[in-house]
């Protein structure tokens, strides 16, 4: 339990309480899911008290069937959140010096506002780091949710295959996927659809536009869904048309196989860097290497990018159950983007991925037949 864990750490660092801000950190150790715009969701932790979950009054009872285990608090928005907050932690406790917080995430109005309420307090602790390793592995449970997430990811590309014609524009290709993923549950993705054609598709992060779909174009599908809070990424190019030409088939063929290889090169004890290196020197040996401008890939969980960074220079070793991506391209300005992804889990003997569509040239013939 992560909970646990993190008690445990507590009083090895003596250290009195631990403020969560970061709804995926919320989520982490509450079960409770929620994206509270502007207003303050927290998780306070304590060594031997029951731990607070603190949410807007309009999120009460939610939080009170999902969070077990903890003491749901709430503030209408005439409240100072804040006041509230300080007041119930006062209750348990009439000082807490040692405060272990979200470096990488809390504001500084917000540290500033703990300050004045706590002001004997030190928040010289940092959580963010022992959290991130903590998330690092899945349980089985998150990635059984993962891989129903890839189910829905590979749904997608089916449906967006399946309105591929010529004359239709990016976003209504976008419109149609989701349109048809919520018709049948979906509610949410993991990040905007990007459905780009031809030359487009040479901007790594592009935005769909009016763009209309030519014969004989590569359309380039970067999509993910959400189950159950956790994330699914995937990324295919698809050949629209009767037969690509010989740069098109050159392109697309090695970063297929950059992608294929570091695929099988996956496995426990291998570096983060070492398993970059194996997609990136085909790429480079062929001649390409500054075309492929990015990390070979990043972690997923409840986030669509988490740790680890699977990139050059990075010594971390991948151990089972870590999950990331392997997502190589190439991206030419005014010519062609290619990049073939999937997501997936080290397993024991290899890499798992949660996405399943074919990634051969020809894939796009498959998928609507």
Known sequence: MPLNLI?????????????????????????????????????????????????????????????????????MDTQDPWTVLATNIKKRYSSLSGWSIEKDFLTVERMETLRKHFPTATFNHNISTALQNMRL????????????????????LKIGAGTLREGI???????????????????EMSFTTMVLFGENAASPHGVPGDTK????Q???FDLGTMH??????????FFFGEEPSAHQKRIYELVLAAHDEAMAAVHPGIKAGDLDAVARTIITEAGYGRYFNHRLGHGLGQGVHEYPSIMEGNEM?????????????????????VRVEDCGYVTADGFESFTNTPTDIGAYLKLID
């Open 7 to 75: 008690i445990n750490l507590m009083k090895k660092q003596d250290v009195d309480i631990v403020f969560l801000n970061d709804p995926k950190n919320v989520f982490y150790v509450s079960s409770y899911r929620s994206d509270p715009h502007e207003r303050v969701l927290a998780a306070v932790l304590f060594k031997d008290a029951a731990p607070i979950l603190f949410v807007p009054a309009l999120e009460e009872n939610d939080a009170r069937k999902t969070a077990e285990g903890f003491d749901v608090i709430s503030y």
């Open 213 to 216: 779909l030519k014969k004989n």
């Open 317 to 337: 070793i991948l151990t089972e159950n870590m999950c990331f991506s392997i997502e190589p391209g190439i991206y030419i300005e005014g010519d062609i983007g």
């Open 169 to 187: 524009t990016e976003l209504e290709v976008v419109a149609e996927i989701e349109y048809q993923l919520k018709k049948r549950g979906v509610a």
């Open 228 to 237: 159950e809070g956790y994330a699914s990424d995937v990324t295919r190019t």
């Open 137 to 156: 592995i899945k349980s089985e449970k998150e990635i059984t949710f993962m891989k129903q997430a890839g189910y829905w990811a590979d749904e997608a």
């Open 218 to 220: 590569f359309v380039l």
